[in-house]
């Protein structure tokens, strides 16, 4: 049921929240893990993984791995924007990272969800710039945070050193917060790591892991970009040695390099105390005087980057995977797993090698992408995969339904809970007939780092139109059924003239849905110049 949240009076809220504190035992907790730039394709249970995700893949087999999940704008503090808000970028304003601030007065779903009586914490990346508002606790990252011995601000007001590796100091931090919550009223806790961010700095127990392993490349690492001026133009390629850099990213380091990103790099690293940084360099060294004796030039440069790059990512992941098998056994060991919705998803995917990419930000399907698996409360008895495309926007009222909250009209998200219900097919394809058939899609920092221009954009099951704008005016369509790596840009074949004129109508009636202004705006700037 959905109600204009801003023309209730206090009185009405007691009333629709009336009945809750009968049934608060039954409500679900939530637990709600989101890592920062984890891609489905570095997960085993999403299928040709190169590493393996145990722990993940047994809540994706005890529960639902969503096919088609998508966010609404492919960077981190606008997809948590859209994630905390149920609204689309233009909606919430908090639309890129180099200018936004959040502004926490707004509507969220945290806010909402302690007024239907849950207690709400969060702890790690942030990301959001303000300081966060409806949580009874908080414990965050400072900006991007680091992955050794992490600076976290506290919900007092100040900061601390904490002593480890980031992705275990954030897990320690989500199991204390559960020991000490008062457990007569149901939770909801979001866990969000900083890894497998930039630039992939790992747990030294893991520092030889994977190092054996040679990881194929994508089929499109070559990508020449032809018919694709955004995608040429890009600032992410691991190819470039201004784009990827081989000290800071790929970590061969002598000492005497002297680069501004040497110093961002040991700035890093060194935050280990003297056995851990004798550990870290033991290692990193002997790569890099062996990288030197031979030096490599041209392909070879750029495939050596990419195994560098992909061991490191997987490196970091491995211990990602470790910490939600913790927090999964603290769970089961405490009982509440019966009761509990585990989310398990990232603010974005990423590119692994594909069009010769690492980064995101474009709308092509490696990051328009994210991953989505769930471990379904009691009364919730879908399992396996679901096909149906859900975007970020929709968690805010999935968890309002599932805490029986009532779900503002301005949310522009589709809660999940049909989805979710019932696992008899015939039910479940009934119930879900209405369901959206596109997803919207808008990008909008640029200029800025890794160079991606702004775009927006519709998917449906098959196609995909897209438009970058304002300091180009190009216009994309691919066919992903005939064409799933995205080389062959359509747009303006007669083959495809019908198809483009669906695409184009039906991104203009998402526009019009979601009240983005962008069209007319755009019209206005063509005619004042
Ligand atoms: C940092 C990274 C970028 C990355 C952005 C946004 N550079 O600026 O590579 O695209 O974050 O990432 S780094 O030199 O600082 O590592 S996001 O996930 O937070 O949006
Ligand atoms: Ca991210």
Redesign the pocket.
Known sequence: MRYDLQSLSVFNFSILFFNLSATAQSRPNIVYIMT??HTAQMMSCYGNSPIQTPNLDRIANEGVLFRNSFVANS???PSRACMITGKHSHKNGFTN?EHGIFDGSQQTMPKLMQLAGYQTALIGKW?LVSTPTGFNHYDILEG?GEYYNPTFIHDDGTRSIEQGYCTDVITDKAIQWMEQRDKQQPFILFVHHKAC???WLPDLKDIRAFEDQTFPLPVNFWDNYEGRTAAKQQEMAIGSSHDMDLI?DNKIYLPGDTSRLSQ?YLDYVNRLDAQGRKTYFQFHDSLSRAFKAHPLTGRELTEFKFQRYMRDYAKVTKSLDENVGRLMKYLEENDLLQNTLVVYTS??GFYMGEHGWF???FMYEESLNTPLIMRLPEGYERRGNIDEMVQNIDYAPTFLEMAGAVIPEDIQGQSLVPLLKDNRTKVRDNANKGWRDAIYYHYYEYPA??MVKRHYGVRTSQYKLIHFYRDIDQWELYDLKADPTEMHNLYGDPKYRKIQKQMHRRLRQLQKQYDDPIEKELKTTKQSN
């Open positions: 920062d730039d960077l981190s503090g990272n990301h991007q961010h930039r630039d800071y961002l603010d974005q980064d995101k930000r780092e890794h």
